[in-house]
């Protein structure tokens, strides 16, 4: 039996998975069963940040295990501690709260902002406010806050309390916060799988002076535009605003699990003994790999990220086979004439291994992506956008 008719057989058929079998990868380039080699646009959605088999990343991960691998939340572990005030320093926020996935993160953030509300003006102050169009994970309560029906259906009764707005539609939010008793705002600075769709900066002051004239906690969904992503350490610092809670995944532990959630000033002592937990969250071994990973995301090392997604932004805007490129630092949405699909499948028998994201081709290289894979990635797919127009 092959590796894939024993995946079909006995995994649960809950993804369209490509027909390869992905071996081995170094730096960009993974290598299928066969022995070819591509070029990796996707980064495994966003998650091995500084690339494949990456030498600082592994010698982290690879010293802590050889010390300790769990603990349990009974007992302090240093690459837990050191992670948490890393992140506090880098972002002045207060708190971190570790879990193991972006839903995760944004169930805890969910949990803290509707505890907030309910301490602060009553138990019915428990609504979430969250974006048409939007991601937010696949638990149940992170479905109902994702704007997106078709997630939903047959999965019904969803967690109460989620109502979704239009993005960038500043009267609807006001509107809706007239009308319900708000206990928190959670958004996407680019909606990621919506399409690589990036807030508008007026919508986001406007949010945010909305959320904090309220006193609202205004939570902001950073697990796939965190991490250096966006070209700052949080897309959130790509403009003037300043969330209360933020909640990250994907690209901070480098490619073990791992899901934060960042607690500001006024939301710092929210949780108490008992009200949250984890049993993986806060591992070692993600933390210490973790750690490694955000040490790295210096001025400098940002500021290559943004000029690789200049050069992607000019060599794919305005040429023809491409009707648009959207997104923010290295999370980018490439609309073409044809078909996405057809484009990613093109492009996969031409060595680059490109996402989708709704109706676009979806790019989300490791941030470390040397120029050479990235020209050979972005030129092929230029090419192969023009062929099949
Ligand atoms: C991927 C994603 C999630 C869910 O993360 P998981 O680790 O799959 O649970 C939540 N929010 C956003 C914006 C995402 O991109």
């Known amino acids: 039996m ?86 506090c320093e880098k972002t002045g926020m207060k708190k971190v709260f570790f879990s193991n996935s972006g839903a995760e993160a944004n169930e805890c953030a969910i949990k803290v902002a509707r505890k907030y509300s309910a301490e602060k003006k009553g138990l019915d102050c428990y ?48 509107k809706c916060v007239a009308e ?34 309220d006193d609202i906690p205004y939570m902001i969904d950073e697990v796939q535009t965190g991490n250096g992503r966006s070209g700052k350490l949080y897309s959130y610092m790509n403009y003037p605003i300043q969330p209360d809670i933020v909640s990250t995944a994907k690209g901070l532990g480098g490619g073990l699990p791992i899901g934060a959630t960042l607690l500001g000033e006024k939301v710092q002592n929210v949780l108490g003994y008992g009200d949250h937990g984890s049993t993986f969250g806060g591992n070692p071994v993600s933390c210490a790999g973790a750690v490694s990973v955000v040490e790295r995301l210096t001025d400098g090392f940002l500021f290559d990220v943004r000029k690789k997604s200049e050069y992607v932004f000019s060599t794919l805007t305005g040429v023809p086979g491409v009707e648009s490129v959207t997104g923010l630092g290295l999370m980018i949405g490439v609309k073409t004439t044809a078909p996405a ?49």
């Open 2 to 87: 092959s590796i894939l008719q024993m995946d079909q057989e006995y995994v649960a058929g809950t993804y369209k998975r490509f027909p390869v079998e992905i071996v081995s990868g170094k730096g960009s380039r993974l290598v299928d069963a066969n022995g070819k080699s591509y070029v990796d646009m996707g980064s495994g959605i966003g998650v091995t940040a500084f690339g494949f088999g990456d030498e600082v990343w592994m010698a982290a991960v690879t010293d802590q295990l050889g010390k300790v691998q769990h603990t349990s939340n009974l007992y302090y572990t240093e690459p837990c501690a050191k992670l948490a005030k890393l992140l």
């Open 127 to 174: 609504t979430i406010v969250t974006l048409v169009n939007s991601f937010h994970g696949r638990t149940l309560t992170t479905l109902a806050a994702t704007g997106q029906e078709h997630f939903h259906q047959l999965f019904q009764p969803l967690t109460p309390g989620f109502v979704h707005v239009p993005a960038n539609d500043i009267d609807a939010l006001k």
């Open 180 to 213: 319900f008793n708000v206990a928190g705002i959670l958004m996407e600075v680019v909606q990621g799988e919506g399409g690589v769709l990036p807030l508008t900066e007026e919508y986001l002051t406007a949010a945010n002076a909305i959320a904090h004239e």
């Open 341 to 389: 699909s057809e484009v990613v499948k093109t492009c996969m028998d031409r060595g680059v291994l490109c996402l989708t994201a709704k109706d676009k081709v979806r790019l989300l290289p490791a941030l470390s992506i040397p120029m050479e894979d990235l020209k050979y990635a972005v030129e092929t797919l230029k090419k192969t956008a023009e062929e099949l127009a």
